[in-house]
Antibody, heavy 116, light 108 residues
Framework: QVHLQESGPGLVKPSETLSLTCTVS????????WSWVRQSPGKGLEWIGY???????NYNPSLKSRVTISLDTSKNQFSLTLNSVTAADTAVYFC??????????WGQGTLVTVSS | DIQMTQSPSSLSASVGDRVTITCRAS??????LNWYQQKPGKAPKFLIY???NLQSGVPSRFSGSGSGTDFTLTISSLQPEDFATYYC??????????FGQGTRLEIK
């Protein structure tokens, strides 16, 4: 059973950088796609981007200039950084296994609020 | 961008009812369509992949159909635990993965 767990600050100031980590257990991070998906309060799901175990990445064009997703295979983790955040980036952030493949396993989600 | 439009946006039904949710893509996506269920405060749960294939462990009362631009998710006999929000998602264009806006299924 794959288990994903997001971690990181729940409050980020405007213009600063949001950083989250997803720790994967029960499966190797190798040979899979790993994604970040977010959900603004009361809204639908927005795909942020994915990485593959080779290190290749693909990002939502609307966020591409501000997003980096990276892998740490030694820790079986992958991470999200989002620069220059505004209130519009306030959301629950989910990590998930999938990208080109369906999102078959999800973390519980973590709320990140952008506020001074 | 491939836009995914679900209908209805919300739906009221009773336990035992048969319900159908529709998802329409703005262009043909073959069968690259997945369905998810989300309950309040929880992560989405993966239900169906490639339009009609049930994920392991998903009850057989759930079914999916369609290809091209028009897809449906059907629940044959609603159970209390099925009241949730359902999302479709296209994986045809993986340069921009998109979800439908969601269909909220409520108890009548």
């Amino acid at each position: 059973q794959v288990h994903l767990q997001e971690s990181g600050p729940g409050l980020v100031k405007p213009s600063e950088t949001l950083s989250l980590t997803c720790t994967v257990s029960g499966a190797s991070i190798s040979n899979h796609y790993w994604s970040w998906v977010r959900q603004s309060p009361g809204k639908g799901l927005e795909w942020i981007g994915y990485t593959y175990s080779s290190g290749s990445t693909n990002y939502n064009p609307s966020l591409k200039s501000r997003v980096t997703i990276s892998l740490d295979t030694s820790k079986n983790q992958f991470s999200l950084t989002l620069n220059s955040v505004t209130a519009a980036d306030t959301a629950v952030y989910f990590c998930a296994r999938g990208g080109i493949s369906p999102f078959d396993s999800w973390g519980q989600g973590t709320l990140v609020t952008v506020s001074s | 961008d491939i836009q995914m439009t679900q209908s209805p946006s919300s739906l009221s039904a009773s336990v035992g009812d048969r319900v159908t949710i529709t998802c329409r893509a703005s262009q043909s996506i073959s069968r690259y369509l997945n369905w998810y269920q989300q309950k309040p405060g929880k992560a989405p749960k993966f239900l169906i992949y490639a339009a009609f294939n049930l994920q392991s462990g998903v009850p057989s009362r759930f079914s999916g159909s369609g290809s091209g631009t028009d897809f449906t998710l059907t629940i044959s006999s609603l159970q209390p635990e099925d009241f949730a929000t359902y999302y479709c998602q296209q994986s045809y264009d993986t340069s921009l993965i998109t979800f439908g806006q969601g269909t909220r299924l409520e108890i009548k």
